[in-house]
């Protein structure tokens, strides 16, 4: 059966309806792999301002977010795909005289009194020739552009690549520089002169020249320039407004939604306000939000598909046990949200919630096992705070809700994400 499948087009539409909808432009923070590009027109210039400063390493987290967006434009893409092949194959040269020595025949117009002077003066032999051929050239300026900017697409796919891996890198954003690398591989083009910036010379030749291509390649170099060289902040911010990033599985789209509600409601109903800072939801990550609220000093760290060792330094008993033996492996286990809360007045208080896309009876039973084994995998982590419950809450699209006879709180509980007051009231723990 395929789980990913079982969401209607209505439900889907509502969860990416309510991740669009969020102030702050919570949604720029998903820059994961499996992700399709949104064009959206309404996003705010100072709203996208206000979230670029909230992010929690600024200035690389900003670097990192623009060039991912430049990388991914509809236009570049078009231009790499479509138009460089044309490029390529009607490229402007031009023609210039070079003089050379020709032996044993003609090439070109013959020099002749530069023929006679150097046979008499012995740099010639009598059988030479001082010529001028005519030789086609095509280290011109809007060429010198094209393999500028060719050079620009492979080398900041390359810095990408390195920083995140080459396996968080989507496929599409790998394709963009095959192609880059395979057309900067042209014998002409490898003959061109090679330039680190545009200049007035380029710009001036590719308005001037009848192949349309070149045009483009202005505006796609300077807004290059611009965003990945210079780091303007006005060019990152009408590049970032175009739009954003949404998963492509059912799956992963419903622990966002879930996510964002969790972060709406530690904004509104939990009374914590708007989040201090942000992060971006990609490899390397710490949290990716963490508010404050100042009534009674009490902080909400939270955290999104990462392990608690990374997080809390707390060893996994279930790899404990796997590594005491040879022919079974273990990575540890990633709950998909995170709730750290801690106050002056105790330790902390940690929450994991599972986001389960599934209204299968089967995998539902599963889900709720698996968050059981959770409670003894990590009972380190609760051992050492305060006792709070729930300690664990496993989410649901719908069908899940509670008892009339339940009334007490468990280590363990089951929601429908469309229960938000019972959401919020799991939650006040604190």
């Known amino acids: 059966m395929n789980l990913d499948s079982s969401i209607d087009h209505k439900t889907r539409d509502n969860w990416i309806d309510f991740i669009s909808s969020q102030e702050y432009l919570w949604r720029l923070m998903y820059v994961q792999k499996n992700t399709s590009f949104i064009e959206d027109s309404e996003l705010d210039l100072e709203q996208v301002a206000n979230?670029?400063?909230?992010?929690?390493?600024?200035?690389?987290?900003?670097?990192?977010?623009?060039?991912?967006?430049y990388l991914s434009q509809q236009n570049l893409r078009f231009f790499l795909v479509n138009d460089l092949k044309e490029l390529l194959k009607s490229a402007t040269h031009e023609s210039r005289v070079k003089t050379i020595v020709s032996r044993g025949g003609i090439r070109g117009k013959p020099i002749w009194d530069k023929t006679f002077y150097s046979r008499v003066t012995g740099r010639i032999d009598k059988a030479s020739f001082v010529t001028q051929p005519l030789a086609s050239s095509f280290n011109t300026p809007e060429n010198q552009l094209l393999k500028l900017f060719l050079n620009n697409i492979s080398q900041s796919i390359e810095a990408f690549i390195t920083e995140v891996g080459t396996v968080a890198v989507s496929r599409p954003?790998?394709?963009?520089?095959?192609?880059?690398?395979?057309?900067?591989?042209?014998?002409?083009?490898?003959?061109?002169?090679?330039?680190y910036k545009i200049n007035a010379l380029m710009r001036l030749g590719a308005q001037r020249s009848r192949i349309r291509q070149y045009s483009m390649l202005i505006f796609l170099e300077t807004e290059f320039e611009d965003i990945i060289n210079e780091t303007k902040l006005e060019a990152t911010l009408n590049l970032l407004r175009r739009g954003w990033f949404k998963p492509i599985k059912n799956d992963d789209l419903f622990e966002i939604y879930v996510l964002f509600v969790i972060l709406s409601s530690l904004k509104n109903e939990l009374g914590f306000g708007e989040p201090l800072s942000f992060g971006l939801i990609r490899e390397g990550r710490r949290e990716v939000a963490t508010f404050h609220r100042r009534t009674d000093d009490v902080r909400a760290n939270v955290y999104f598909d990462q392990t608690?060792?990374?997080?809390?330094?707390?060893n996994s008993y279930y790899k404990h046990i796997v590594d005491q033996y040879e022919g079974i492996t273990a990575k540890?286990?990633?709950?998909?949200?995170?709730?750290e809360f801690t106050s002056p007045n105790w330790i902390?208080?940690?929450?994991?919630?599972?986001c389960k896309k599934s209204e299968d009876g089967q995998y539902m039973r599963d889900s709720v096992y698996k968050a059981i084994a959770y409670l003894r995998d990590f009972e380190n982590l609760w051992n050492s705070e305060?006792?709070?419950?729930?300690?664990?809450?496993?989410?649901?699209?719908?069908?899940?809700?509670g008892s009339p006879s339940k009334?007490?709180?468990?280590e363990l509980e089951l929601i429908s994400i469309k229960e938000r007051e019972r959401l919020v009231e799991l939650l006040t723990i604190v």
Request: charged residues 35%; glycine residues 0%; positive net charge.
């Open 51 to 69: 979230f670029l400063s909230r992010l929690s390493n600024p200035y690389n987290e900003r670097v990192f977010l623009a060039r991912l967006h």
């Open 173 to 195: 954003i790998m394709e963009l520089k095959e192609i880059a690398d395979a057309a900067l591989k042209q014998s002409w083009l490898r003959d061109v002169e090679r330039k």
């Open 308 to 314: 608690p060792k990374e997080i809390f330094n707390v």
């Open 332 to 339: 540890e286990r990633r709950p998909d949200i995170i709730l």
């Open 348 to 354: 902390s208080k940690k929450v994991f919630v599972e």
């Open 386 to 401: 305060e006792l709070h419950l729930p300690k664990i809450i496993v989410v649901f699209p719908d069908k899940v809700k």
């Open 407 to 410: 009334s007490n709180i468990e």
